[in-house]
């Protein structure tokens, strides 16, 4: 007889993939280039890559100390909220499949994304924090951008000096796989430096897609004031968080949606609870900005919260 969800989330969570997406036979005609451009106001210097193997096995550890295999004693759907798990996991499980309509614009992207993987998460992290029912994912509203890029952000609705507002913990970018080529990700993801708008590299050659990616990822997450992002083109994902002082960014590899061994619900569940602080995540690294001639380098010193006894360990390569 196959289980609900709950009844082992986390054999769930590590074996449900997400269904491969049905595109349009012809890709739609738009403008793929993003508008946002170097300015001097940004602070990232840096793009630091987290090791695979490392990162890996940070979230399969998490995965086995804080996801349960014992049953929660729930159902698939929260009757009262509607909340549900949306991921098939044949034969185990006895979610069912949604019946989607081809992705052929930004929109019906979005709506793959939020049904399914979103979806699923946000009744994951409830089941196991229910402290955390006030938050769930909001679609923002749209910018100059919005026929091929999207930002949906995990917040909280919140009442500060007779204002209601919105505290946010982390911010998820989508992009169509038809703008969004799996090699602008894999740019987007490599170690890299900025110097800034003054820097005549910028104007001696066009901006590429990866360094644009950058700019309005960068300018999205500080107006919200939300370090930690995902960036996501549904068939493929990038998890990545910015340094304390915005001047780094720490990012994973590029992850395709089958994944497995950590599957891309295990690497969205674990992210979240990172960035909301739940037990157990990642800590962002510290970093120092050290002046240097003829430029300035980038050194850091990393702690782990370790989510076992073992010893800390370094998740990307300090030294440029």
């Avoid at 096995?57 to 295999?69: A, I, L, M």
């Avoid at 709506?111 to 009744?123: C, S």
């Avoid at 720490?250 to 992210?271: G, T």
């Avoid at 990642?282 to 073992?310: C, G, M, N, Q």
């Amino acid at each position: 007889m196959a289980w609900r969800a709950p009844d082992n989330l986390r054999f769930y969570i590590q074996e449900a993939r997400l269904v491969s997406i049905n595109l349009s036979s012809s890709q739609p005609s738009v403008d793929a280039a993003l508008h946002a451009l170097p300015r001097r106001y940004r602070k990232l210097r840096a793009i630091h890559p987290l090791r695979l193997a490392l990162f890996n096995e940070y979230c399969q550890d998490w995965t086995e100390d804080f996801v349960p295999c014992v049953s929660l004693g729930q159902e698939d759907e929260d009757k009262e909220t509607g909340e549900r798990f949306t991921v098939p996991c044949p034969p185990f499980y006895q979610v069912p499949s949604i019946s989607l309509a081809r992705a052929d614009s930004l929109k019906r992207l979005f709506t793959w994304i939020d049904l399914l993987p979103l979806e699923t998460v946000r009744r994951a992290v409830h089941l196991l924090h229910p402290e955390t029912k006030a938050w769930s994912f909001a679609s923002d509203a749209d910018d100059s951008d919005h026929t091929i890029f999207k930002c949906i952000t995990w917040s909280q609705l919140v009442d500060h000096d007779d204002e209601r507002h919105f505290r946010n913990a982390m911010c998820i970018f989508i992009q169509p796989p038809w703008v969004l080529s799996v090699r602008d990700l894999e740019l987007f993801c490599k170690r890299q430096s900025f110097f800034g708008s003054s820097s005549t590299s910028w104007h001696e050659r066009p901006i590429t897609p990866h360094e644009r990616l950058w700019c309005k990822v960068w300018d999205c997450c500080i107006t919200r004031s939300c370090p930690w992002f995902v960036v996501s083109t549904y068939t493929h994902w990038v998890f990545g968080v910015f340094s304390n002082g915005w001047t780094a960014a720490f990012v994973s590899p590029v992850y395709s949606h089958d994944s497995h061994e950590p599957s891309v619900l295990q690497l969205l569940l674990f992210w979240l609870c990172s960035a909301m602080g739940l037990p157990g995540g990642w800590v962002v690294p510290e970093v120092r900005i050290e002046p240097a001639y003829p430029s300035h380098h980038l050194t850091a010193s990393v702690f782990d919260l370790a989510v076992t006894d073992k010893s800390i360990f370094s998740l990307w390569d300090g030294d440029d």
